[in-house]
């Protein structure tokens, strides 16, 4: 018996039209039915035949069930692969990907760009990798930073993300902090291509970029489409109300992550045509950025310190410092937003004797800012480490290579610039404690009165909502463990002011005017005070901030929770990555985390045993 015919097979060359005859030819075409031209008993012929080609195949109750079988396995198959493959957990992303990586992409950046935009796209498919199971609610690491309490002290440090294009996607992988940008007010392009070089046996690398930035306005932009996006997620609507609603603090999320417990932070610098000596001008780029960013953020940083844009560094000198940071604190508090950003500045591992670090401090003081992050690459070239000392050829070249190196070698100068500034910071100098202004004080005026006025309302503190609370270890308290609750409260936490964020002489004022009906004798504080805050120099120079603990972030070789936990010890709130993540992948925070957890759970075990014995 002859077996029978494919459909189409019988039709002569002639009953078909040419595109007709490319579609067979070329199953992989599109083809239209329109193309095909048939005689009206070639098609009945070709209908009959189709009938019984289906007939013979019908599928029996046998087949169907395989068939079911085959794709449901499939099916589990591709789950049990999408769990994996986006659980930051799966050893898949240090061990495959990031090698797949810097195999395919011989130049860091290229790499870099294909990876941040890998995450983009993925996060805008739902694929992109996370921390599954969510360990931070076990509030096991928890930590208070500007009034906020953070999931976990893990941040990712400024240059992953220079242009907010993956903020979700990395705060998916489980910091509580990512720092976007550096980004300056006017785009630049930064230095010449090649500019970031790698050296895989030590886990560093040198880089160059030079600050390349799409400038001020286009991240604002950015990050403000994400608010919008939000707000409408929310059901809150677009447009500007919705933005200003989000903005303000109505969907319960700090308004620059949009994530509870966790904060963005931005990362500001000066363009390189700018000079450095002229500090006006520095401190107008900053403030250009201030004014476009600081509503989308969190924590704005200061970054006087990467070392490849020529003069940047010589601003941390104490004089210019003090113009810049005033101005940007200035900026940020009379931002147009309920809750104001916190100010930080971030500063090199290279201008660290006693004098620089103490100038730095003073600048500190003296201008308001909240807090500083200790660390950024380093022009010095360690030594390679112990146990990676072969360096191959190419590395040797490219540690010859000019730029900032980065890695786990920073990490013991990290820690003890970090017990350096913690020192520095947990007392105001004295220098700063008597500003320019004329004699019999107005603030200590105001002072006086505001403080009878607290006492007469005072509201515990720890009942007030809007109380501020930082964590300063002074360096001999081991890092706070959150699951032991006497030890938790030997953590030395400060209690700050309530006006923390706020722009302190409106809410004061505010505050007073509800008071104004209750007594005559308040009536009378109010007009006091509200007289001797009119009287008072511009908001700055009366260092509003400046009887607040100062808030430590340490950058610079961090890789393993040990690590982490030892810069928190050393007097740091958050230990951030940059480097670790380039070479451990996806998975470095939350294997930063676990280990963490791990060596605390160790230390209570080994004091358990101490205690027994
Ligand atoms: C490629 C690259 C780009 C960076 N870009 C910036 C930047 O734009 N602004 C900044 O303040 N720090 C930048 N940094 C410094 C990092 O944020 C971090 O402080 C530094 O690398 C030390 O940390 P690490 O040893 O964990 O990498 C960059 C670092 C690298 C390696």
């Known amino acids: 018996m002859r077996p029978p015919p494919r459909v189409g097979a019988l039709h002569p060359i002639s009953h078909v039209t040419a595109p007709t005859f490319a579609c067979r030819s070329f199953p992989s075409l599109a083809c239209s039915p329109s193309h095909v031209s048939l005689s009206r008993s070639a098609l009945l012929r070709q209908q009959t035949r189709r009938y019984a080609s289906t007939e013979a195949g019908a599928p029996t109750v046998g087949s169907r069930l395989r068939n079911l079988a085959v794709g449901a396995t499939l099916l589990l198959g591709f789950g049990v692969i999408f769990v994996y493959v986006t659980d930051t957990r799966s050893s898949i992303h240090k061990y495959v990907i990031v090698p797949g990586l810097r195999t395919a992409y011989r130049d860091p950046e290229e790499a870099h760009h294909v990876g941040n935009n890998a995450l983009k796209r993925l996060w805008e498919m739902g ?75 030590q886990n560093a690398l040198i880089n160059r970029y030079g600050l390349n930035s799409e400038g001020a306005d286009h991240v604002a932009m950015r990050l403000r489409r994400r608010v919008r996006a939000f707000a409408y997620s929310l059901g809150y609507g677009y447009d500007a109300d919705a933005e200003r609603r989000v903005l303000d603090g109505g969907a319960g999320v700090p308004p620059g992550s949009l994530n509870a417990g966790k904060l963005l932070a931005v990362n500001i610098a000066t363009n390189k045509t700018t000079p450095k000596e002229d500090v006006e001008a520095v401190t107008n780029d900053y403030v250009y950025c201030v ?98 000392q072969n360096l191959t050829p190419l ?61 007469s309302t005072a509201v515990a503190p720890t009942e007030n909502p809007n109380d501020v609370v930082a964590s300063i270890d002074t360096g001999v308290i081991p890092f706070k463990d959150m699951s032991e609750k006497e030890e938790s409260e030997k953590q030395p936490l400060f209690k700050l002011p309530t006006d923390r964020f706020y722009d302190q002489s409106k809410s004061e004022q505010d505050s007073l005017k509800s008071n104004n009906d209750s007594s005559e004798v308040e009536r009378h504080r109010l007009r006091s005070i509200q007289d001797a805050l009119e009287k008072l120099p511009p908001k700055a120079e009366r260092n509003v901030s400046n009887d607040r603990p100062k808030v430590i972030f340490a950058t610079g070789g961090i890789t393993n929770g040990k690590q982490a936990l030892e810069v928190l010890n050393a007097g740091a709130s958050v230990a951030m990555v940059y480097t670790a993540l380039v070479y451990g992948g996806a998975g470095t925070i939350s294997r930063i985390k676990d280990e963490m957890r791990a060596e605390i759970k160790g230390q209570k075990g080994q004091k358990r045993k101490k205690s027994r014995s």
Not at 423 to 451: C, V, W, Y
């Open 127 to 201: 694929m992109h990798p996370r921390e599954r199971g969510n360990p931070d609610l076990n509030q096991d690491l928890t930590i208070e930073v500007f009034g906020h309490t953070l999931l976990n002290p893990i941040g990712t440090s400024a240059g992953i993300d220079k242009h907010a294009d993956i903020p979700d996607p990395l705060f998916a992988i489980g910091p509580a902090i990512i720092e976007i940008g550096g980004t300056t007010p006017l785009p630049q392009d930064g230095n010449d291509k090649p500019r970031v070089f790698r050296l895989s046996s």
């Open 291 to 388: 004014d476009r960013l600081a509503p989308y953020a969190d924590i704005l940083v200061v970054n006087v310190s990467s070392p490849n844009t020529p003069g940047l560094r010589t601003l941390q000198q104490t004089e210019p410092l003090k113009k810049i940071l005033t101005g940007v604190v200035d900026a940020a508090r009379s931002v147009d937003r309920k809750i104001k950003p916190a100010v930080m500045v971030k500063v090199s591992p290279d201008e660290d004797s006693d004098e620089q670090v103490a100038g730095i401090c003073e600048a500190v003081w003296a201008s308001g800012v909240d807090g500083v992050i200790v660390g950024n690459t380093t022009n010095r070239r360690p030594q390679p480490l112990p146990h990676l």
């Open 395 to 455: 590395e040797e070249q490219h540690l010859l290579e000019t730029g900032g190196f980065s890695g786990p070698h920073l990490f013991e100068r990290t820690v003890a610039l970090v017990k350096k500034y913690r020192q520095l910071l947990n007392e105001r100098p004295a220098s700063t404690e008597t500003p320019s202004r004329p004699k019999g004080s107005l603030e200590a005026e105001a002072d006086r009165i505001k403080a009878s006025i607290k006492a």
